[in-house]
């Protein structure tokens, strides 16, 4: 996995099964704020996640066994395979398009009251009917974000495209994140454990990127610096910032909101981050632009240098009391790695890493290239999915993305793209995703990972009726197409857009919607 680099730190062929367990659930005409036949007729469920029906369900199939009830989360594992399919829930429906997904999500699709209760004077989320509505509060905003943003606007740039992508730790329902896209500004959600029940997962429905972490223990900040950006911002909000003036509403004692405010303050320091400003309840550290000052000074007790000799490599690495390096500078006011542009120039500009010959292989024209192949790939993504623009497929993964090109050309789309090792189980909850592209990916990974549990993890985090491109070989895409034929997908081997001749081709395949039955009561 690469450094993420935010701008900003708010804290085989199977045999086709007969599934007769699993029904498609009707149409209801009359379905709530829905013109989608796909939505489906509402009967009372339980507020318990039932995992006896939907995670394991007899799959008359030696190919795909019983799902092992012990995996009661959805959330795969690294370094475990499973050859098991895993059903939406009983009367589960097609999410709502976006935007309309934002402020609002079918409660049958995440049948959990407990936030709307929980939550009830933060704001979070609110039941009406058979829906969920997302007013737009949380802790720090109980009555919308948009002030509270406007308070960070004034200390940090906002909407001048010098911020594009957040990271967002603690981030309840992605509400603040949902704000920041009005400024042009990706926010990448992260919930150190599910701590709210199915917060992440109501994240996910409304269309925001968001991610479970794997360790429950929070990011520390020497990894927070290792992602963020050379010149970037870490913003504290809340206890324990200001505790001078808040700490009664806080029902916690001076002492104790002192020293923790202490510990991260020495913390940062060590780290080398300046202390922009401390105003109400927010809290600005920044990343120095290099490296300089903290490997010169004899006087700053900073954490020593990390010695890897290579700071992207993340995967299988502890965690360590160390200072990730920047690149080398030779002036003090040079920004290490080369400065970027501003958004959206950044998009398609050639990115300083490539220019200066820091990665090996690319080149700047292999850069534009790439960008230029992959706007005529989508359009003719855009001519044989043609729902592709329409907000009918919000999150979306690229399996292999190298160097974002995917992304890049699908900027003017209303989607968001996610990029992933995709050797490894990613971290995230059934039905995520609902359209997912692999170029290339089975070329590269046949002989280190088994196709069909990459096949069986994609089916996984794939809505009910989401779409998967396949961009490979014709040998490769024809064995694809037998598994996922035994998976109750539905496919077809498009032509390269190049025309018939090119050996390359596009398989197409739709998950067909099936659901487990309820348990009877």
Known sequence: MSQLFPDCFLTFTPTTTQFGAYTRVGCDSNATASNNCNAAVVHPVSTKLDFASHRATQLQSSQFPPCDTSFKSGIAPRRKN???LIPAPPQYKTPFKWPMSRDYAWYSNVPHRELSIEKAIQNWIQVDGDLFRFPGGGTMFPWGADAYIDDISELIPLADGTIRTEVDTGCGVASFGACLFSKNILTMSFAPR??????VQFALERGFPCNVRDHGDGLNLAEVDRILRPGGYWVLPGPPVHWKKFWRGWERTQDDLKQEQDAIEDVAKRISWKKVIEKNNLLVWQKPINHIECTES???KTLNICKSDDPDTAWYRNLEACVTPLPEVSSPADVAGGAIEKWPERAYVVPP???????PGITAEKFKEDN??????VAHYKRIISPLPTGRYRNIMD???????FAAAMLNYPVWVMNVDWCE???????TYDLIHASGLFTIYQDRCDITYILLETDRILRPEGTVIFRDTVDLLVKIK???????????IIDHESGPFNPEKNLVAVKTYWTGEATPK
């Not at 599910?194 to 917060?199: F, I, K, M």
Request: overall charge positive.
């Open 482 to 492: 037998s598994i996922t034929d035994g998976m109750r997908w539905k496919s077809q």
């Open 194 to 199: 599910d701590t709210h029940e199915a917060q």
């Open 372 to 377: 230029k192949i992959w706007k005529e790939r």
């Open 353 to 359: 890493r490539i220019s200066n010959g820091s990665i």
């Open 399 to 405: 399996m292999n993305a190298h160097l974002g090109g």
């Open 82 to 84: 499973f050859s098991f």
């Open 298 to 300: 004899k006087v700053l």
């Open 425 to 431: 189980a990613f971290s995230t909850y059934p039905r």
